[in-house]
């Protein structure tokens, strides 16, 4: 199926429009599909920007040079919106940005454009790189990750309001994953504060159905993946919290790091955390910037990839690098994909099948079937996790989401393409690539 993909040059490419008369386009952070869409129902994506805007764009499937559909922007923000969700219900979007907010937009049609921010939410002392909404409880709680490597949890319902009316955590894991306190400040022999080691950046949040009150976190600085119980009791103080730092909020669960098995030197950062569903639920899938998606299991986080470092095939037949071994059948990787980028993200399909990642150059993405991950004993071939590259834009191609039956991928060069599986079309495709490439994108063995 995954080699059936095709996007329609035609009337599959959005643009994302500049706001700024200097630019002639505008790059794309991050992507998100609703909730509705994921179901079947209308798919309905929000796109953010480096220039704080967000498109609701409209990806259902048109003829060939009509017109899209009339898309809705809103700007929450004057500086870059790295992370966008879409709440349980769809009626709220959260966005997280370069200026330290958290921003909570309504898409009502009545609301005017400039009373669209219904909520800012101000924590952090970095740039806000991940948000996720509690399933739970629609459209009040949610959490936030950031580069100051705090976690925060927000209640729009109950949450402290300065007199600006900026709303404040109700919960707090300060240096979420610096355990040990090597990222902090310290002292020289005269006192002052020197540097210590780059702040471990919060890089994706994810809230799974095996912990109803868990969130799993990742960092930019290995492959060691948290759960932590938002219950717990904390300070959100972030003054007295520095005055105590020997109480630490402790994870119920920290995996091991698969980034840096195989002889590797130190761990690599994971960029973004996807849950699995379907076949894969007891699973989550990190992509890190070692070019490979990592495997572990929920609840307890037990990392199944990276154990074993793969070896190299014997001479005269050796297996492509893109195959998924017996070495590591948990991990995911393609010798073309460069993930070396925490632009780069990663997402996972609704049927709980297959897993889409970008990748740093080339404008290209890469499909796996992820739906025996897990299941090591059920592989029967070494060639059944093999990658598809998916090529039809320019420069980095950063975010992509799924919807059902269709899947969005964001790139550098201001556009957003729609794929969607057609045996037919791809089958025209492959007979007839040069006729076939003025007119459509498509799948191609990686």
């Known amino acids: 199926m995954l080699r059936s993909f095709v996007s329609s040059n035609k009337s599959d490419v959005f643009k994302c429009h500049s706001i700024h008369e200097s630019s002639l386009h505008n790059i794309p952070y991050a992507c998100s599909y609703s909730n509705g869409a994921k179901r079947g129902e209308t798919p309905h994506i929000a796109v953010a920007t480096e220039q704080g805007t967000v498109d609701i764009l409209n990806t259902t499937k048109r003829d060939d040079w009509d017109v899209e559909s009339q898309r809705v922007t809103v700007q929450p923000h004057a500086n870059g919106v790295f992370d966008v969700r879409w709440s349980p219900s769809d009626t709220l979007l959260a966005t997280a940005s370069g200026d330290h907010t958290v921003r909570i937009s309504t898409l009502s049609s009545s609301a005017a454009s400039q009373d669209r921010t219904l909520h800012i939410l101000r924590g952090h002392s970095g740039t806000v790189k991940s948000i996720a909404w509690d399933p739970a409880h629609d459209g009040t709680v949610l959490c936030s990750g950031g580069r100051d490597g705090w976690i925060c949890l927000w209640d729009l319902r109950v949450g402290e309001r300065s007199a600006s009316g900026e709303i404040s955590p109700v919960f707090s894991i300060p240096m979420a994953h610096d355990l040990e306190g090597k990222a902090s400040r310290s002292k020289s022999s005269r006192g002052r504060l020197v540097p210590g080691m780059p702040l471990q950046s919060i890089t994706s949040l994810l809230y799974t159905d095996t912990h109803p009150y868990g969130i799993v976190s990742s960092c930019c600085a290995d492959g060691i993946v948290n759960?932590?119980?938002?219950?717990?009791?904390?300070?959100?103080?972030?003054?007295?919290?520095?005055?105590?730092?020997?109480?630490?909020?402790?994870?119920?669960?920290?995996?091991?790091?698969?980034?840096?098995?195989?002889?590797?030197?130190?761990?690599?950062?994971?960029?973004?955390?996807?849950?699995?569903?379907?076949?894969?639920?007891?699973?989550?899938?990190?992509?890190?910037?070692?070019?490979?998606?990592?495997?572990?299991?929920?609840?307890?986080?037990?990392?199944?990839?990276?154990?074993?470092?793969?070896?190299?095939?014997?001479?005269?037949?050796?297996?492509?690098?893109?195959?998924?071994?017996?070495?590591?059948?948990?991990?995911?990787?393609?010798?073309?994909?460069?993930?070396?980028?925490?632009?780069?993200?990663?997402?996972?399909?609704?049927?709980?099948?297959?897993?889409?990642?970008?990748?740093?150059?080339?404008?290209?993405?890469?499909?796996?079937?992820?739906?025996?991950?897990?299941?090591?004993?059920?592989?029967?071939?070494?060639?059944?996790?093999?990658?598809?590259?998916?090529?039809?834009?320019?420069?980095?191609?950063?975010?992509?989401?799924?919807?059902?039956?269709?899947?969005?991928?964001?790139?550098?060069?201001?556009?957003?393409?729609?794929?969607?599986?057609?045996?037919?079309?791809?089958?025209?495709?492959?007979?007839?690539?040069?006729?076939?490439?003025?007119?459509?994108?498509?799948?191609?063995?990686?």
């Open 227 to 446: 759960l932590w119980d938002v219950r717990l009791p904390s300070n959100n103080k972030r003054s007295k919290a520095k005055k105590t730092s020997k109480q630490v909020v402790k994870p119920l669960y920290t995996s091991t790091d698969p980034t840096a098995a195989g002889g590797s030197r130190r761990g690599r950062g994971i960029t973004t955390l996807a849950g699995g569903s379907g076949p894969t639920a007891a699973l989550v899938f990190a992509l890190g910037i070692d070019s490979r998606v990592h495997t572990y299991t929920l609840p307890s986080l037990q990392a199944l990839s990276g154990h074993t470092a793969p070896e190299p095939a014997p001479a005269p037949a050796p297996i492509p690098s893109t195959v998924v071994t017996y070495d590591d059948p948990h991990a995911f990787s393609d010798p073309r994909m460069k993930t070396n980028s925490f632009y780069v993200r990663m997402a996972t399909s609704p049927c709980g099948r297959w897993l889409a990642a970008g990748s740093a150059t080339g404008g290209r993405a890469y499909l796996y079937d992820i739906s025996l991950a897990g299941r090591a004993g059920e592989i029967i071939s070494a060639g059944w996790g093999a990658g598809v590259e998916l090529k039809g834009q320019l420069g980095e191609m950063g975010a992509v989401d799924w919807a059902n039956g269709m899947l969005a991928t964001c790139a550098d060069d201001g556009t957003v393409r729609v794929w969607r599986p057609d045996l037919e079309v791809s089958r025209q495709c492959r007979t007839d690539p040069d006729e076939m490439r003025w007119n459509w994108a498509w799948s191609t063995d990686a």
